[in-house]
């Protein structure tokens, strides 16, 4: 395709994704399939990579670009990001609606936009001539944090203005969340990863938005309401409700509860009505924001040094509740962590009664210094789970003693062991029955043993019915086992016992990998297995021993260590080993990149980055993620990430992936005329 045809096409495409984004994320109308986008995307982005020179800063592939900074810089505010003073009580709406009046000393109807207030973050975007040129946080109000890079990444916000005639300027302000869900999941990653959970889906919204690098913003499912203005040129609107029309119209997406009302009987009934259906809104909201909607009546009212006289937030009451904790239980997650659980007696908080509430970890325990004994404030925000959010320290009995979660497992009694750099407690027991599932279905993972057909369903039937009690019973099952589990049938259980005399000739590297050894990864596993060649060294090696290996850090060692000093974990290796597993000799590969790390950036041109993968692995080499010293090779492709500049700093030897495939054509050529010979 020609310069000028291309030029065409992509102009053409990117109107039709904005579209299809429009649909997708603001309307929640979708009129194409996922399949359907993915390829008008794909065909976009092979045409940009042809033509570089035709990306501009808003077409849609350009929402991930940025590089992660050291540190945000700052933006002032057009016009000041004031905050609205806040209404408890009808009597305080009353008194709102009563200075107006008074202010504006002429008897006027006033009309009113209401509209749930969101529980998020507040942001304001910068439109110049329609197309997205800043995105800032309130910050202080006056000077707030550029986060333009990771607001591209948020989908419902539009990069280019959906009119063909946009305001030459149009500032406009909203609130960023997370829904409820989305801060369930992201809380459970955090608790994966050993991290500290935010605290309600505000935190968690604000931890996403202010990252450093854009693209872990962008796998947080972030969303946006917009409701204000700030500085605008060229927009002829007269209310306030018609401004949110028309930034709706502009793809800007609004909330849809807002309304506008006439009196305050029906801004009463617009409040209750939104605190009764507050559990089932999907995101968090904490009151009611009312506003005078002509925008005249508004400039004339003006502000006070600290808020505007024409709008108030009327805040829902806290569902707040005290009570008295009876106990502190731990609970043992799917992943080995140890979790402090207060049990309280069962309290009423807003129609749902509560009995049990997590303290997340030690260092949360130990900053609300909570005790078995304690009163404390129990607080319920939507229907996330309680949380405790204070102590009532001056009604605690002078007995009462700080709470410590245990060095074992109260589930299996192995080892209970904090990391350096993670916050959790992690039982280290490879039989722990809390962790089984989950370690089954690692251990069978295609990359671990690969025992074809053992996928989630199956293993955690196993374990359900008791089947299987620690990892070494999955080489010791028989048909009559398996003929124990939901629709098995004789063909589909031979497939399975064949699967597990298949995944018996393994690599000792896939055999260390599969024990899902905290901090383990495919990359350490094979080290390991070079280093130490068979179990029983492994088992015997000393932590120095283990510090001692490149790319071992102290933290593995100690996990490795931990690990091997627990007997059972030891007999279990063991029976699985009897069972007749036969290690594949650990010959190293000979190739270009034997026994040569080698990590990739960019974008592939000529084929996907797991095929690359496994043309350097072919070559003996290992693949890495991320750039260290230690590095022998990095391969850049288009639009290479930070991991270049890196790599350069470290004088990494760089491949270009034009030099790349040369080399392996090179390679494989030799192979074939037997140079090797
Ligand atoms: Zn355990």
Redesign the pocket.
């Known amino acids: 395709m020609d310069k000028d045809r291309a030029r065409e096409r992509i102009e053409e495409l990117r109107t039709i994704i904005r579209y299809h984004d429009y649909l997708y994320y603001v309307k929640n109308q979708p009129e194409i399939t996922d399949s359907e986008y993915d390829k008008l995307f794909a065909e976009l982005r092979s045409l940009e990579n042809q033509f570089p020179d035709l990306i501009t800063s808003d077409s849609p592939t350009q929402r991930v670009s940025g590089e992660p900074q050291k540190e945000f810089k700052t933006r002032q505010h057009t016009i000041p990001m004031i905050s609205l003073d806040n209404a408890f009580e009808e009597s305080d709406i009353f008194d709102f609606i009563n200075r107006i009046k008074r202010f504006v000393k002429r008897h006027i109807d006033i009309d009113f936009v209401v509209e749930p207030k969101i529980d998020g973050l507040a942001l304001e975007l910068v439109y110049e001539n329609g197309l997205l040129v800043a995105g800032v946080t309130r910050g202080d109000g006056i000077t707030g944090e550029d986060v333009t890079a990771n607001v591209k990444t948020i989908k419902t916000i539009p990069l280019k203005l959906m009119t063909d005639d946009p305001p030459p300027l149009l500032e406009v302000r909203g609130e960023v969340f997370l829904s409820k869900s989305a801060f369930q999941m992201i809380n459970e990653q955090q608790e994966e990863q050993g991290k500290p959970p935010f605290a309600n889906p505000r935190n968690a919204a604000a931890g996403s938005l202010r990252q450093l690098d854009p693209s872990i913003t962008a796998k947080r499912p972030l969303s946006a309401f917009f409701y204000a203005p700030g500085m605008i040129r060229g927009l002829n609107v007269s209310t306030h409700f018609e401004f949110l029309q028309k930034i709706n119209s502009y793809g800007l997406k609004i909330n849809p509860l807002v309304k506008t009302v006439k009196d305050i009987t029906e801004i009463f009934n617009y409040h209750r009505y939104l605190s009764d259906i507050r559990d089932s809104l999907p995101y968090e909201i904490d009151g009611v924001v009312i506003k005078v909607n002509s925008l005249e009546l508004q400039k004339e009212l003006g502000e006070t040094a600290r808020s505007p006289r024409w709008a108030i937030a009327y805040k829902f009451k806290p569902r707040q509740a005290v009570t008295k904790i009876n106990d502190i239980i731990v609970s043992?997650g799917r992943t080995?962590t140890l979790t402090p659980v207060a049990i309280f007696e069962p309290v009423d908080i807003a129609g749902v009664t509560v009995s049990r509430a997590t303290l997340h970890n030690q260092d949360e325990v130990d900053r609300l210094d909570v005790r078995v004994g304690d009163y404390v404030v129990v607080e319920r925000a939507g229907d996330v789970i309680p949380e405790v959010v204070k102590v009532l320290k001056e009604k605690r009995a002078i007995t009462s003693t700080p709470f410590k979660l245990p060095d074992k497992?109260p589930?299996?009694g192995?080892k209970a062991i904090k990391y350096e750099g993670e916050v959790a407690i992690r039982?280290t027991?490879i039989d722990?029955p809390?962790?089984l599932k989950e370690r089954i279905k690692h251990f069978c993972k295609k990359d671990a043993m690969d025992i074809e057909g053992f996928g989630d369903k199956i293993c955690d039937q196993l374990v359900e019915k008791k089947i299987v009690k620690g990892i070494e019973d999955i080489f010791y099952l028989t048909m009559g086992d398996l003929f124990k589990l939901e629709r098995m049938g004789k063909k589909l259980a031979e497939n399975l016992l064949n699967s597990i005399e298949k995944a018996k000739k393994t690599e000792f590297y896939r055999f260390i990998y599969a024990l899902g050894i905290r901090f383990v990864g495919e990359v350490t596993a094979k080290k390991l297995a070079e280093t130490f060649k068979n179990i029983d060294n492994l088992i015997n090696a000393k932590e120095e021993e283990l510090k001692s290996i490149p790319d071992v850090g102290p933290v593995v060692a100690k996990s490795i260590f931990t690990f091997f000093s627990e007997e059972k974990n030891i007999t279990a290796v063991k029976k699985i080993l009897s069972a007749g597993i036969v290690f594949k000799e650990n010959e190293k590969v000979a190739g270009f990149f034997s026994g040569k790390s080698v990590v990739f950036t960019g974008t592939l041109s000529s084929m996907p980055r797991g095929e690359a993968k496994k043309l350097v692995e072919k070559q003996g080499g290992i693949v890495k993620s991320s750039v260290t010293k230690d590095l022998d090779y990095l391969i850049v492709g288009e639009e290479p990430g930070s991991k270049l500049d890196v790599a350069k700093g470290l004088n990494i030897k760089i491949l270009s992936e034009e030099e790349f495939i040369k080399l392996i054509k090179k390679e494989e050529e030799n192979k074939v005329t037997g140079r090797l010979l």
Do not use: F
């Open positions: 043992v080995g497992c589930i299996c192995s039982c027991g722990c809390a962790q």
